[in-house]
């Protein structure tokens, strides 16, 4: 057995070199949806969006003429890579000149060649800021002096590998050299900048919490059995378990995301919680007898089955995320159910095996069953049990009705910034831009005129300018940049640069002046990025600040009333789209499937323990203790203002799928005392709660300290999985060890019976048989 699994570990291994990591921002709606639909239209027709990395700049020395020629180097310089599409910076500005011999305009230089004197700065600083109303907001903000170069990258390997090689061995690195050069801070900003460092944090965050969920396990399994060799066993155990999660992931082919990379370290905390309960149970049996081999065996057939049954559980709650359309939670539950029944068919084969090897355990390791500490809480909770019923009773029911008022509170939270590294330099840098450029999320209006060159009428520039008031007058949305604005920009051309001609042509200048504009649309290329070959598409681009999902879609509906009012359906179809709004309405999306995988999880262990139990009732009093700690943990997600989102949601599942293992032992026991003891349930409860309590205390103890791992984490929705699921657990191991036992007690005359608790279709935990047939069995 132990070749065989070396051999499947070896197999594994090898599936390790198709790991891949994620080089877009995880797309939580199904390909089918409309939103995502809506989405590739306009990237087939205007090309991929997020390609944009933004270098800026804020500082009182910048305007000098060495420190400009220098931020002008710094974009040339960037223009002989590959990678690189187009560079705009200050010195690739154009002025649009009229030129009436050839009846069209044509595009001249703010700075020829470079700056070569303070009275040449001065003079590109005031057209720069006073003239140009187009370029405002752009390239630079006007009121605060802050410049910024775009660097477009090539669309096709924006998604690649290329662009993490681009980042990190180009950009990064010419960057730092300027800012030490010249002692100017740069900000870096843009989808492809931002994807390529948070993958980074994931890949080396990935690394760090399997280093952390190992060590703290370990330490506390140390402390509580005492034993080198029961926490190396542990720790072979758990190691394996991660090599073959890594190897699913790459037989899988499936890219390592937010979700996946928590996988491993999840693994560690679950595995270790199995290694406890077969541990634990092999030293109570030798203990008690003293023959070796019997324990093994009665660790196999008595602890084994209740481990399957809970590794099953488990499984199955991650499993309902496969039901889901969302490919990302589809992976997830993929990796992580199988991952679970792996760590599972581990600790049963590799623990009993070891042990068989190894030679009797010393009075040392032993000791731990007898501590005084672990005895004293065990013993407070068969009081609380015994005499404190009405207490545990009351303070549920209070708890239920003051998580009730907390849940009202919580709010569904779509913010990219709430879950990014907050204490990185790109953080700062995203909320820099956010400040001085009014946001960094593209959202995008297409407007579809239904015919060839309809958007060059004026009738449709003027409807597209009125939109672009609509856009202007919400504080959330950066200034909108369209074809409207290079038309106010070709009239102001016109009239010599005059800055109070920017506006749109009236209905007899703008057959001349669109006239121009046409005839120089070959030369200038402006129109490209605004308007499709064909002359029936326009877009019209602005930004978003990072905002909430209830305040986008008051926006949403504030700007799809004005277009219904501007826009007729029967000549218009206008559609909004851009990143902005396809990862709000992914997080909508996402949280109602969540709560459908909850509930299926819910009814699926549900139907799991009335199969294994026989008994509807008993489904009632196993599922109380286990959704009152997810109402406790949804209330106080509502009183510390934590929002509903992909990473809290899931936490639900998890926990639920987790915490109900421990019932799962508790009822199995609880069965086989009264089985043992005619039926007498009072002796049965408490009997369960000693036989369960220590184990159920250990694996919550780890469990509650191996998800707080998690909270290392520096994305803000790995941080609330690990803190909310340790506190749901912890509630749930006092609700299973409380008020389970209260409701078994208190429920007596109705549930404790034959007839309700009838053999149950799978015996998790078989009867006791005498010394001579097990010997018989073991000489067998």
């Not at 020829?112 to 187009?134: G, I």
């Not at 950009?171 to 993958?199: A, C, H, Q, W």
Request: proline fraction near 3%; include cysteine; charge should be neutral.
């Amino acid at each position: 057995m132990l070749i065989a699994i070396v051999f499947v570990t070896v197999l594994f291994s090898t599936q390790w070199k198709n790991i891949r990591f994620t080089f877009t921002e995880a797309n939580l709606l199904p390909d089918h949806h409309e939103v995502n639909q809506t989405y590739n239209a306009f990237l087939d027709i205007f090309g991929e969006e997020g390609n944009m990395i933004v270098l800026g700049v804020k500082d009182s020395t910048f305007f000098t003429v060495e420190k400009l020629n220098a931020w002008n180097a710094l974009a040339e310089s960037f223009k002989s890579s590959e990678e690189i599409e187009a560079v705009i910076s200050i010195k690739d500005l154009q002025k649009l000149i009229k030129n009436d011999s050839l009846k069209k305009f044509t595009l001249e230089p703010f700075i020829k060649d470079s700056l070569s004197s303070t009275k040449q700065l001065n003079t590109l600083q005031k057209e720069l800021f006073t003239k140009y109303p187009f370029y405002d907001n752009f390239l630079f903000n006007r009121e605060t002096k802050t410049i910024r170069t775009i660097i477009s990258m090539d669309k096709s390997i924006v998604n690649t590998s290329a662009r993490k090689d681009f980042v990190m061995d180009v950009l990064i690195p010419r960057i730092k050299t300027f800012e030490k050069e010249t002692n100017i801070d740069v900000r870096i900003s843009g989808m492809p900048y931002v994807r390529t460092l948070s993958s980074q944090n994931i890949v080396d965050e990935m690394g760090l919490f399997v280093g952390a969920a190992l060590l703290v396990t370990s330490l506390i399994f140390f402390f509580f059995f005492r034993s080198f060799r029961a926490t190396f066993i542990s720790l072979i155990v758990v190691s394996v378990g991660v090599m073959w999660t890594m190897g699913i992931l790459g037989f899988f082919e499936y890219e390592i995301t937010v979700l996946t990379a928590i996988i491993p370290p999840l693994i560690i905390v679950i595995g270790i919680p199995n290694c406890i309960f077969l541990i634990n149970k092999y030293q109570q049996e030798v203990k008690s007898h003293g023959n070796k081999i019997k324990s093994l065996q009665r660790v196999i057939t008595k602890v084994g089955n209740a481990t399957l049954m809970t590794n099953f559980t488990t499984a199955s709650g991650f499993a309902t995320f496969i039901l889901t359309e969302s490919t990302l939670l589809k992976e997830f539950g993929i990796v992580a159910s199988l991952s679970i029944v792996s760590i599972f068919i581990l600790c049963l084969l590799i623990i009993p095996i070891l042990y068989s090897f190894l030679p009797y355990p010393k009075e040392r390791h032993l000791e731990h069953l007898n501590r005084r500490w672990i005895n004293s809480f065990v013993g407070w909770m068969e009081r609380m049990v015994r005499h404190r019923r009405i207490t545990i009773y009351i303070t549920s029911i209070i708890l239920l009705i003051v998580s009730i008022i907390g849940i009202y509170q919580i709010k569904i939270s779509g913010s990219l910034l709430e879950d990014m590294p907050q204490k990185t330099s790109f953080f700062r840098d995203i909320e820099f831009f956010e400040q001085e450029f009014d946001g960094i999320m593209p959202l995008e209006l297409m407007i579809d005129t239904q015919r060839k060159k309809g958007v060059m009428k004026l009738s449709t520039l003027k409807k597209i300018d009125q939109l672009e008031e609509s856009i202007i007058d919400i504080p959330e949305l950066s200034r909108p940049l369209s074809v409207v604005s290079l038309v106010k920009y070709s009239k102001q051309a016109y009239y010599n640069g005059n800055p109070k001609y920017y506006q749109l042509p009236t209905s007899q200048e703008s057959s001349f002046i669109l006239s121009y504009a046409k005839n120089s649309s070959n030369d200038t290329k402006m129109l490209n990025s605004f308007v499709d070959s064909t002359g029936r598409y326009a877009r019209i681009t602005t930004f978003m600040k990072d905002i909430g999902t209830d305040k986008m879609e008051d926006i949403e509906d504030e700007l799809q009333t004005k277009i219904n009012k501007l826009f007729p359906e029967d000549r218009y179809k206008v559609t909004m789209t851009g990143k902005a709004l396809v990862f709000q309405k992914g997080t909508t999306y996402l949280v109602k499937n969540l709560a459908i995988s909850l509930s299926l999880a819910i009814i699926l262990i549900s139907l799991f323990m009335a199969y294994m139990f026989r008994s509807f009732k008993m489904i009632i009093i196993s599922l109380l203790p286990n959704l009152l700690p997810l109402l406790v943990t949804a209330g106080l997600m509502g009183y510390l203002g934590v929002p509903l989102k992909p990473s809290t949601i899931l936490v639900f599942s998890i926990a639920f799928g987790i915490s109900v293992d421990d019932t799962i032992h508790f009822l199995a026991k609880y069965r086989q005392e009264l089985q043992a003891s005619n039926w007498k349930i009072k002796r049965s409860v408490y009997g369960a709660l000693r036989e369960t309590g220590v184990s159920m205390f250990y694996t919550s103890t780890v469990l509650f300290f191996g998800f707080s791992v998690f909270m290392i984490s520096s994305f803000g929705g790995t941080v609330a999985l690990g803190g909310l699921v340790s506190v749901t657990l912890l509630f749930a191991m006092l609700s299973n060890l409380l008020l389970l036992p209260s409701l078994l007690l208190s429920l007596e005359r109705n549930i404790a019976n034959k007839t309700v608790l009838r053999e149950p279709a799978i015996n998790i935990i078989p009867e006791e048989s005498d010394d001579e047939e097990d010997e018989n069995n073991i000489n067998n």
